[in-house]
């Protein structure tokens, strides 16, 4: 699997998801294949599957051969432990807070974040970025509800690497709407705007809405991309040569809460 032509934008990789989301209300039977998937368009889809699933809708995942699809489920496996590594993979079951998970989830980022170094990553973008990931995992337990679960995994290419963390739980509007702010009319995309540009936060302490702001930090300084998916909206980057644009898109209404990053580096030259 390549990452080649995915650095400044993620957009067009998703493409393939939602055009096959589509031909699931229009055919009798329909395979895909998990190797034909990058890993955030891919994370999205295991989220959506046991949805689908419970619906009848005619769909099946082909895993066979993807180490990506294996990790999760051996991290998802009960009695198994909680993290899984690999040469360019790596997986963690995120479940539910305490002394035991937190430490797994910090174990992992910076497992994650050597393995950035590694792969010639910059020290300073490499610490950004496995500060945003971290980040991001802990948002589950703080932010998905209870009895969530979630799981975060990585992906490594040369000079790039994808970051995708899920969650089955209450969704970006329903963390809005639970606080009774009288919020109840609030729309998915203006949620998902408020979660991730304007870094508002669904509670009212003081501190509270930085969460979000450390990714995209992270995010503007590297050569990144970043896609965040809930209920029935995506809120994603484009990279123009002046800035960052923010695209909000229509979706089949997905049980949780999906963010992704794509980091790309250029290699070091030696002397």
């Given at each position: 699997?390549?990452?080649?032509?995915?650095?400044?934008?993620?957009?067009?990789?998703?493409?393939?998801?939602?055009?096959?989301?589509?031909?699931?209300?229009?055919?009798?039977?329909?395979?895909?294949?998990?190797?034909?998937?990058?890993?955030?368009?891919?994370?999205?889809?295991?989220?959506?599957?046991?949805?689908?699933?419970?619906?009848?809708?005619?769909?099946?995942?082909?895993?066979?051969?993807?180490?990506?699809?294996?990790?999760?489920?051996?991290?998802?496996?009960?009695?198994?432990?909680?993290?899984?590594?690999?040469?360019?993979?790596?997986?963690?079951?995120?479940?539910?807070?305490?002394?035991?998970?937190?430490?797994?989830?910090?174990?992992?980022?910076?497992?994650?974040?050597?393995?950035?170094?590694?792969?010639?990553?910059?020290?300073?973008?490499?610490?950004?970025?496995?500060?945003?990931?971290?980040?991001?995992?802990?948002?589950?337990?703080?932010?998905?509800?209870?009895?969530?679960?979630?799981?975060?995994?990585?992906?490594?290419?040369?000079?790039?690497?994808?970051?995708?963390?899920?969650?089955?739980?209450?969704?970006?509007?329903?963390?809005?709407?639970?606080?009774?702010?009288?919020?109840?009319?609030?729309?998915?995309?203006?949620?998902?705007?408020?979660?991730?540009?304007?870094?508002?936060?669904?509670?009212?302490?003081?501190?509270?809405?930085?969460g979000f702001s450390t990714v995209m930090r992270a995010m503007l300084t590297l050569d990144a991309?970043?896609?965040?998916?809930?209920?029935?909206?995506?809120?994603?980057?484009?990279?123009?040569?002046?800035?960052?644009?923010?695209?909000?898109?229509?979706?089949?209404?997905?049980?949780?809460?999906?963010?992704?990053?794509?980091?790309?580096?250029?290699?070091?030259?030696?002397?």
């Amino acid at each position: 699997m390549s990452a080649g032509g995915l650095a400044g934008s993620t957009l067009g990789c998703y493409r393939a998801l939602e055009d096959f989301t589509d031909a699931l209300d229009a055919t009798d039977s329909i395979v895909l294949r998990a190797s034909e998937l990058e890993l955030g368009p891919l994370a999205e889809l295991l989220v959506l599957r046991r949805q689908w699933q419970s619906q009848g809708k005619p769909f099946r995942l082909d895993t066979e051969g993807d180490k990506r699809c294996a990790a999760v489920r051996h991290v998802a496996t009960p009695g198994q432990p909680p993290v899984w590594h690999g040469e360019r993979v790596g997986a963690l079951n995120i479940y539910g807070g305490g002394e035991v998970a937190d430490l797994a989830a910090h174990e992992f980022a910076m497992r994650a974040g050597r393995l950035a170094t590694d792969a010639g990553m910059p020290g300073a973008a490499a610490r950004l970025w496995k500060g945003a990931f971290a980040e991001l995992i802990g948002n589950v337990n703080e932010h998905a509800g209870d009895g969530a679960r979630g799981i975060a995994v990585y992906e490594f290419y040369t000079n790039a690497v994808w970051i995708a963390v899920a969650d089955n739980g209450q969704g970006v509007v329903r963390g809005y709407t639970s606080t009774g702010q009288g919020l109840e009319a609030l729309e998915t995309a203006t949620a998902l705007k408020w979660a991730v540009v304007d870094h508002r936060s669904r509670l009212s302490e003081p501190g509270r809405g930085t969460g979000f702001s450390t990714v995209m930090r992270a995010m503007l300084t590297l050569d990144a991309s970043l896609r965040v998916r809930s209920d029935d909206a995506s809120i994603e980057t484009e990279r123009p040569a002046l800035g960052v644009n923010w695209v909000v898109r229509d979706q089949d209404k997905l049980r949780g809460f999906v963010v992704s990053m794509f980091v790309g580096w250029k290699p070091t030259r030696l002397a």
